[in-house]
């Protein structure tokens, strides 16, 4: 009876992300309730996650709660690599905020960088019907408008075993965002929301963003200052680093960037054609 088709409520949402933790160890949200988001365009976000292994968290809105996806070797721009992508629980929606370090023999213990961060539709219109139709088909065809991850994309499941534990690929759709010599995951290494590198985000243990959980249960040795989820300060002189090589580390980024500059509009994102369809062909 437990039919696909009608079980999205099967079970309470995100029941399976907060059995797995506890919320007076791990500053991560525990999630007040999903919220429904009918009006406003859909979010995504990819989390770096420096957890026993490092893998980059692809998680998609959907019915209020972000659809989530383990990526061992992050996306990839050229449309003949595929990405495993491992099904996890889903997440509450506050986790598209966070950023910090959940404590070492926690679930997931380790360094959480938010690594890209926007808006996405389906690649077809059809509206949220079409993503629940393309979610529970294992073919999920979606336009991503985010800072470093843009364009046309497909999460297509190969098998599911019965936890929901499905394995599936993320893959570059041909398009004009497409670049297989664009290595996004190596040369965007800094958060998009704090601009930090994993290391400065790991020596700040403290500064984690706390969402709206209440004060309860937080460990007296983490000073809770949040770190703003769009700060206002600039890029490049937004963390406060004062360690010489994290310097050094920044310059050798800010030199990457400006020569990506040249060639791209913005921070890691491939060049995106116009509308208009200006002439790309001619360079
Ligand atoms: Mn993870």
Redesign the pocket.
């Known amino acids: 009876m437990a039919t696909r088709k009608s079980t999205s409520k099967r079970t309470a949402p995100l029941a399976e992300y907060r059995r797995k933790r506890d919320f007076s160890r791990t500053a991560e949200p525990e999630g007040a309730g999903t919220g429904t988001n009918a009006r406003k365009a859909l979010r995504f976000v990819v989390?770096k996650?420096a957890?026993s292994h490092l893998?980059f968290?692809f998680r998609l809105e959907l019915d209020g709660v972000m659809k989530s996806w383990?990526v061992p070797k992050g996306p990839s721009y050229d449309p003949g690599v595929r990405r495993l992508a491992m099904q996890?629980e889903d997440h509450p929606i506050d986790y598209n905020t966070f950023e910090g370090t959940i404590p070492q023999g926690e679930y997931?213990g380790g360094t959480?960088m938010l690594w890209d961060r926007g808006t996405y539709e389906p690649e077809n219109g059809g509206g949220v019907d079409a993503l629940r139709d393309g979610y529970e088909r294992g073919d999920l065809k979606i336009l991503l408008h985010g800072k470093r991850l843009q364009g046309g994309w497909v999460l297509v499941r190969m098998r599911r075993d019965d936890s929901d534990r499905a394995q599936w690929l993320l893959i570059k759709h041909r398009d004009e965002t497409a670049d297989p010599d664009h290595d996004v995951v190596g040369s965007v290494t800094t958060s998009v929301a704090s601009g930090r590198s994993m290391e400065a985000i790991a020596a700040r243990q403290g500064r984690v963003w706390k969402s709206n959980r209440s004060e309860a249960g937080a460990s007296p040795a983490r000073k809770k200052r949040t770190v703003a989820a769009k700060p206002r300060r600039t890029k490049k002189g937004g963390a406060k680093v004062t360690k010489a090589g994290a310097k050094r580390a920044a310059k050798r980024a800010a030199k990457r960037a400006a020569k990506r500059a040249a060639k791209r509009p913005t921070d890691g994102a491939p060049k995106r054609a116009t509308k208009r369809a200006t002439a790309r062909s001619r360079s």
Do not use: E, L
């Open positions: 989390q996650h957890a893998h968290d383990a996890v997931g959480v």
